[in-house]
């Protein structure tokens, strides 16, 4: 079995801290996803990365590919309440049959 | 555009009842999947579809039976509930096969 390992799996932190986000894999990725999911609703995607190296960011949220392609983080700069949700990295390509593995799952809590 | 919807939203089943859950997209994507998601599990894929008329087992599909009669809809059927399979269901869309627009979930419980 194909594991996404992700870290921490909780986090509670004050508003207008910084985080990272880990998602560690031994597979390689064509392609990594992070997706993120507010309680009662489905997971949103936020970001595909697909080239080792490769660093996407949004608004306040940094992704980062490995050079490998087998790892992941997301870092969120000054969280804020809006931020409260569970992180999902998935990745996906050849390797895995096509097919989408998911993490586990960070819940983070940010806390104005 | 409603993107992918679900049915029923919650449900409670008894041990040996069976059951179908709905889901339904109209963004005439090819592929589309069925998750559970259970505590400190993340998502796993119990069955998914690339195409109508071609469906292939995830990595949970035990106790669980799908069909691909027509692009928009993926329907996800229960044979004989336990209470193993209580969690939250999701189905899911894809043009491209990994990128993924989730429903908005189906809450099962199987006393």
């Known amino acids: 079995t194909q594991l996404l390992e992700q870290s921490p799996q909780f986090l509670s932190i004050q508003e207008g801290e910084n985080l990272t986000v880990y998602c560690n894999s031994s597979?390689?990725?064509?392609?990594l996803q992070w997706y993120r999911q507010e309680p009662g609703e489905g997971p949103v995607l936020l970001v595909t990365?697909?080239?080792?190296?490769e660093v996407k960011k949004l608004k306040r949220l940094t992704f980062q590919f490995g050079d490998a392609r087998k790892d992941s983080s997301l870092h969120i700069t000054a969280a804020q309440p809006g931020d409260t949700g569970l992180y999902l990295c998935?990745?996906?390509?050849?390797?895995?049959?096509?097919?989408?593995?998911f993490g586990q799952g960070t819940e983070l809590s940010v806390k104005p | 555009n409603a993107g992918v919807t679900q049915t029923p939203k919650f449900q409670v089943l008894k041990t040996g009842q069976s059951m179908t859950l709905q889901c339904a997209q109209d963004?005439?994507?090819?592929?589309m999947s069925w998750y559970r998601q259970d505590p400190g599990m993340g998502l796993r894929l119990i069955h998914y579809?690339?195409?109508?008329?071609?469906?292939d087992q995830g990595e949970v599909p035990n106790g669980y039976n799908v069909s691909r009669s027509t692009t928009e809809d993926f329907p996800l059927r229960l044979l004989s509930a336990a209470p193993s399979q209580t969690s939250v269901y999701f189905c899911?869309?894809?043009?491209?096969?990994?990128?993924?627009?989730f429903g908005p979930g189906t809450r099962l419980t199987v006393l």
């Open positions: 899911a869309s894809s043009y491209r096969r990994v990128e993924q627009f």
């Open positions: 597979s390689v990725f064509s392609s």
């Open positions: 990365v697909v080239t080792g190296g």
């Open positions: 998935a990745g996906g390509g050849y390797n895995q049959g096509g097919k989408l593995i």
């Open positions: 963004m005439n994507h090819e592929y």
């Open positions: 579809s690339v195409g109508a008329g071609i469906t």
